[in-house]
């Protein structure tokens, strides 16, 4: 089954920024889903806000292919757990220092 996201756009709430993707599938059908990260995340840097997209679409994939159908629910939260493993996956690589690549060519 070939599925196709598009985001519709986020609502921010008290607690939540709730995030809307539709979702088509290959009859033409189309579905909501609602994905959400707490703010708390966004304030103590966990998130960035241009991210949080990508990480709720990330989200949805997971569940798409846990599920031979679609999933039983249309509400997903992100966890703090799958925060760190984006941030994990996307940290900036660390540079090597002009002293490092120094000792390197004395050995």
Partial sequence: MRLSYSTLGLKP???IREYTFTLRG???ASSEYF???A???FVAHRVRYQDAPDIC???LHREFATQTD???SSHFS???AELADYQGA???KPKPSAYTHKEDQES
């Fill in 39 to 41: 703010n708390d995340a």
């Fill in 26 to 28: 290959t009859g033409g």
């Fill in 13 to 15: 709430k008290e607690r």
């Fill in 70 to 72: 679609h999933p039983p």
């Fill in 78 to 80: 992100v966890t703090d």
């Fill in 90 to 92: 996307h940290a900036p």
């Fill in 57 to 59: 679409s990330l989200r």
């Fill in 35 to 37: 994905v959400t990260i």
